[in-house]
């Protein structure tokens, strides 16, 4: 049994702690002394994505954080750029709220809840950018999956208080550029997390659509 795990496992049945959880782990590669992307790697497949991310993020980190105290939503607006060609933010929106409510809310409301899911997500990003942890990260290759449109990239995250197993859902669309669909973080499924976190907002606000959707972003910030 593992002693001393880290942080993230604090509370993960909570949305604000799973997505800290995730977006920890990332800002933390991005804050840790890492390897460039092999040159081994296929240059249009999903370990390349996931790697280039990884190595972008840590560029940014060293050379760019200290906008964020003088102007956050030139640094937001950097963060959710890079972010944009690898992650799809309206596919894993549209999963959060689930058929249903997305069925039920008119598109003034998806493209809302879109952009307000895509800034609570870079917004914890950017808030953890800060953390400087040495962390071993490797492609766990053996354990990946790539299929002609799908593929599961996992990740082994190794540090002084343990180490963590990340998986990344990919899909490939039809402009056949892969994206990050999900990600599984030591077994948790995040994006099922949130889909619960959504439905209990709905629930909470008997039933009120506009009102969870408005509400997201307060509940990921608290």
Not at 8 to 13: E, L, Q, T, V, Y
Not at 84 to 106: C, H, L, R
Not at 159 to 187: A, F, H, Q, R, T
């Amino acid at each position: 049994m593992k002693k001393n795990r880290p942080m993230i496992w604090s509370a993960r049945h909570s949305l604000v702690s799973a997505m800290a959880a995730m977006l920890l782990v990332v800002s933390q590669w991005a804050a840790a002394e890492q390897k460039p992307a092999s040159a081994a790697l296929d240059k249009e497949g999903p370990e390349y994505v996931v790697q280039t991310v990884t190595d972008q993020l840590l560029s940014l980190a060293k050379d760019d954080t200290a906008e964020l105290k003088k102007d956050p939503e030139a640094f937001y607006g950097k963060v959710e750029s890079l972010l944009e060609p690898s992650v799809s933010f309206d596919f894993i929106a549209k999963n959060v709220m689930g058929p249903t409510y997305w069925e039920q809310a008119n598109e003034k409301q998806q493209e809302q809840f879109v952009a307000t899911f895509k800034r609570s997500l870079v917004e914890t990003l950017v808030k953890g950018m800060a953390s400087n942890v040495d962390l071993d990260i490797q492609l766990v290759s053996e354990q990946s999956q790539v299929l002609k449109n799908k593929a599961s990239i996992v990740q082994k995250v190794s540090g002084p208080e343990g180490s963590n197993l990340v998986v990344y859902s990919l899909g490939k669309g039809k402009s056949g550029s892969w994206k990050v669909l999900n990600v599984v973080l030591d077994g948790v499924n995040l994006g099922k997390t949130f889909r619960s976190q959504f439905a209990q907002g709905v629930k909470d606000n008997k039933g009120d659509l506009q009102a969870a959707i408005e509400g997201w972003s307060a509940q990921t910030k608290g």
